[in-house]
């Protein structure tokens, strides 16, 4: 992560250019935290690199294969698209979303935070052995 800016670094060179950065107080289920500028202007920082928030985050990914992913990092998906193939209820299908949901402990942020041997890029070899580690391929 010695590439990476963390919030903080970001908040500096931001206040240091355009003046004072305040943060915005505000209940929200976004992955952003919130900042005003002097002039009025609103900013966010998604700081998941170096403060992830796995332990408050509502986010799930489906993809167009039917898959659904309950972290941007993990290795294996739930297959929704077969049961409800195979004619699942909507309540059948809310059940059993509520209950994988509950029982999730993904926390690929803080996973990835964690690795000491961290690069900028990971290998390509890497990538062909474990291709959920490219987000895009989840719509991250």
Same mark, same amino acid.
């Given at each position: 992560v010695r590439d990476v800016? $963390? /919030?903080? &670094?970001?908040l500096r060179t931001i206040a240091d250019a355009l003046g004072p950065v305040t %943060?915005?107080?505000? !209940?929200?289920?976004a992955p952003a935290d919130r900042f005003r500028l002097p002039d009025g202007q609103t900013f966010g920082i998604? $700081? $998941?690199t170096t403060e992830p928030f796995c332990r408050s985050c509502d986010r799930s990914r489906l993809t167009a294969d039917g898959l659904w992913y309950r972290?941007?990092? %993990? =290795? &294996?998906? #739930?297959?929704l698209r077969g049961p409800l193939r195979a004619?699942?209820? =909507? %309540?059948e299908l809310s059940t059993l979303i509520d209950e994988i949901w509950a029982a999730r402990t993904d926390r690929g942020? &803080? !996973? =990835?935070? %964690?690795a000491g041997d961290r690069q900028p890029l990971i290998p390509i070899e890497t990538l062909q052995k474990e291709p959920h580690l490219e987000m895009? #391929? /989840?719509g991250g």
């Open positions: 800016l $963390s /919030r903080a &670094e970001m %943060a915005i107080e505000e !209940v929200s289920s998604i $700081s $998941s972290c941007l990092y %993990a =290795r &294996e998906g #739930t297959d004619g699942m209820s =909507r %309540a942020a &803080e !996973v =990835r935070l %964690a895009h #391929t /989840r």
